[in-house]
């Protein structure tokens, strides 16, 4: 059975800096893509991220490019994302995904996982 558990998160500064934690039990997440996804309140799911897996190839949404690094550290079997930069439209709950296609693909967006980590709160403000 597929267990995904997220750490990290919190309350930060505008121009601050955090780092999110995927871990993944029952699955090697150097088999499959993983995605980053984030929920604002009041707003739709959207995909932030997503690393391939074996190559490390990696997809940013326009919005957090240059600002937001994923990687995996495959010894652990973690996925981070590390943000920086934060602004308070970065507000929202992020959610990691797994257990679905090896790669994340031309159109990682609409990926379909599985394995959903059950999210963690990151708000920025001052």
């Known amino acids: 059975q597929v267990q995904v558990v997220q750490s990290g998160g919190g309350l930060v500064q505008p121009g601050g800096f955090l780092r999110l934690s995927c871990a993944a039990s029952g699955i090697n997440l150097d088999y499959v893509a993983t995605g980053w996804y984030r929920q604002a309140p009041g707003k739709e799911r959207e995909p932030v991220s997503c690393i391939s897996s074996r190559a490390h190839i990696t997809f940013y949404a326009e919005f957090v490019k240059g600002r937001f690094t994923v990687s995996r550290d495959n010894d652990r079997n973690v996925v981070y994302l590390e943000m920086t930069n934060l602004n308070p439209e970065d507000t929202a709950v992020y959610y990691c995904?797994?257990?679905?296609?090896?790669?994340?693909?031309?159109?990682?967006?609409?990926?379909?996982?599985?394995?959903w980590g059950q999210g963690t709160q990151v708000t920025v403000s001052s």
């Open positions: 995904a797994t257990d679905g296609p090896p790669r994340c693909g031309r159109h990682w967006y609409d990926n379909s996982y599985d394995g």
